[in-house]
């Protein structure tokens, strides 16, 4: 039997929440090799004063799924990183649907990276496609260093995806790291979800909106990174990307699920999906 590896509440909270999405065979015995039980009880306390939290997690993972789908049904033969990788089984997602027009997958992260690839060798052992690196993704000397050790080619189509991570680095560490996969022609897809800065959301979701973020900012032991529209399209700007798609959680529960039941206009729902071109 393999060992469960035992893991952070933050990374509870994530898997936890989308635990409705890993139904295939390969993601559901990755699951069932994680131990929670020494995590403490955020999951819980979200669940019982913020339940729409858990709610856009597994929103956030559909859309990035949609956007995955959009992006390799377009342009075989892509790598795929993923930068804060965390505890997610995406890459195996992405085994399970794509493996023949994927080049490689790279998963990058600071934490727990070897335990993973250890589960991950335990269920699809020697599997020529993903690749593991410890690295801090706002280390861009090491960061790159990694990712040319790992197969990465810059001359090659890439999707970069920051899911979950821009809330806890800055917005100058964050357009650093995006200046690694800079091309002349724009080749690259980056996509992500970030925290909305208060002005951004509607009066009535505000208090819902705050007390999120004072329940999060007191666990972490530290103030997330909010940004606004404006903000957004500051840092589109100074990495002269192309924006490709901002939608706000209304539009991404109505792709999914058909209509709107929890989030009804824009600024509702804690984050945005963003994706552009760089």
């Known amino acids: 039997m393999t060992q469960q590896l035992k893991v952070p509440s933050t990374s ?6 989308a635990m409705q999405l890993y139904t295939t065979p390969l993601q559901q015995r990755y699951i069932e090799s994680i131990d929670f039980s020494e995590t403490s009880r955020i999951f819980y306390e979200l669940k019982r004063y913020y339940p729409l939290v858990i709610d856009t997690i597994c929103f956030r993972k559909q859309s990035i799924r949609a956007m995955l789908r959009e992006r390799i049904t377009q342009a075989p033969g892509q790598q795929v990183i993923l930068l804060g990788a965390g505890l997610d089984p995406l890459s195996l ?3 399970e649907n794509y493996r023949e027009q994927i080049s490689r997958i790279i998963e990058i992260d600071n934490g727990y990276i070897e335990e993973k690839q250890r589960l991950y060798a335990a269920i699809i052992p020697e599997e020529p496609l993903i690749r593991f690196s410890r690295c801090d993704v706002t280390d861009t000397v090491l960061l790159r260093s990694k990712l040319l050790e790992n197969g990465y ?3 090659l189509p890439a999707i970069i995806v920051f899911e979950g991570v821009i809330h806890y680095v800055s917005n100058e560490a964050f357009i650093n790291t995006m200046k690694l996969f800079k091309t002349p022609n724009k080749q690259h897809l980056v996509m992500l979800d970030y ?16 007390g999120v973020l004072r329940m999060l900012e007191t666990y972490v032991g530290a103030p997330l990174n909010v940004n606004s529209h404006a903000d957004m399209a500051g840092i589109i700007y100074q990495l002269d990307a192309a924006l490709e798609n901002l939608e706000p959680m209304c539009e991404t529960e109505r792709k999914i699920t058909g209509y709107n039941k929890l989030f009804h206009a824009p600024g509702e729902g804690i984050i945005e999906m963003l994706s552009f071109s760089l």
């Open 12 to 17: 509870r909270l994530v898997l936890e929440a």
């Open 93 to 95: 997602y992405l085994l």
């Open 153 to 155: 080619r810059e001359d």
């Open 195 to 210: 925290t909305l800065s208060p002005e951004d959301v509607p009066t009535t979701f505000l208090p819902y909106h705050e």
